[in-house]
């Protein structure tokens, strides 16, 4: 950021207290400061924060703990737009601020209600989201961009009966603003389809149609725009697959495939700046659930729930690590990611159950552990956001 070390010193100064006035959430605000903030604020060509360069202010802006930003996105039009921006969390990035959260949703005991929750790194739940707009969706795809949880497409559900055809919905959730808006439509109503960030877009492929016909179209959503775009297309159509992005290219895998019998191991790799798809086929099957970790891809297939199949795209090699053994032995899993390690949740209330940890960077012999981060209710699927 232009100025950012010259002015260091004048942050300093001034970085106390301004932080310290939201940080003490019980004290006294006075309200005509408050007005006169959102009414200097609001004037475009007026500064961010009176008597400060806007960079300053904007990095003075960043140091508030992150609950509070909520609560500074309502103060003006000005600093909404500040907080929502990719340049915000660029500046707590490099003040070394971001936080990482885990975002679950979570399916209560008689499978009929959901709702998102947020765990820290200790396994503290920081809060509920609101409710997403829209109706209660089942078939979709989740992915996080620019600290921004998009929940694409799928199909309505009322009491876990599927009530409606794919839709071309997109919901967005900003995690600093603690609030859901819509976002752009897709090209094509979709569920059960692969989707994936990869160099700052998100890509979704295959899927379901709306007359529940399989698809092999696929489509791109630039941020900056504000669009989907349709791409090449599978050269087979291809659904119940999920996707993730390494190096560049985005990786298609799982499910099946009309040109297979059976669940495809087929890998579909696109390549953005060919606009080009080629094939590998070293896959994996029936997947149950998957998560990237540290350039690597972790995967559990239905046939073994006893081992971890992880994926090198290095050289599309796969290794096999067995699983310690908890409660039966046909227990399922849905995974997460906090802090570089693996988070294995358990599909079924066993008593006494501590969610098994996986850490790569363990030393021989020391890789699984367990923690006390755990979900309240059923994983349904989770996604981790650092803002």
Known sequence: MPGFVSRKSRLMETNMSF????????????????????????????????????DVAKYCLALVPRPYFPVMGAVCKKWRSIIRSKEFLVVRKLAGLLEEWLYVLTMDSEGKESHWEV???????????????????????????????????????????????????????????????????????????????????????????INGDSLSSAEMYDPDTEKWTLIESLRRPRWGCFACGF???????????????????????????????????????????????????????WKNQRKLAIFNPEDNSWKMVPVPLTGSSSIGFRFGILDGKLLLFSLEEVPGYRTLLYDPNASPGSEWQTSEIKPSGLCLCTVTIKA
């Open 119 to 209: 765990l820290d790194c200790s396994g503290h739940r920081r809060q509920l989201l609101p409710p997403m707009p829209g109706p209660v969706k089942a078939g979709f795809g989740v992915v996080v961009l620019n600290g921004k949880l998009l929940v694409i497409a799928g199909y309505s559900v009322i009491d876990g009966t599927r009530t409606g055809s794919a839709s071309a919905d997109v919901y967005q959730y900003d995690s600093c603003l603690n609030s859901w808006s819509k976002s752009s439509n897709m090209n094509v109503a979709r569920y059960d389809f692969a989707c994936s960030e990869v160099n700052g877009k998100i890509y979704a492929v295959g899927g379901y149609g």
């Open 247 to 301: 190096e560049g290219k985005l990786y298609v895998m799982g499910g099946r495939s009309s040109f297979t019998i059976g669940n495809s191991k087929f890998v579909d790799v696109y390549n953005p700046d060919r606009h080009t798809w080629c094939e590998i086929k070293k896959g994996c099957v029936m997947v149950t659930a998957h998560a990237v970790l540290e350039k690597k891809l972790f995967c559990m297939e």
């Open 19 to 54: 932080s310290t006035s939201f940080t003490q959430e019980k004290s006294t605000r006075s309200k005509s400061n408050l007005l006169l903030a959102s009414q200097v604020a609001d004037d475009i060509d007026a500064p961010i924060l009176p008597g400060l360069p806007d």
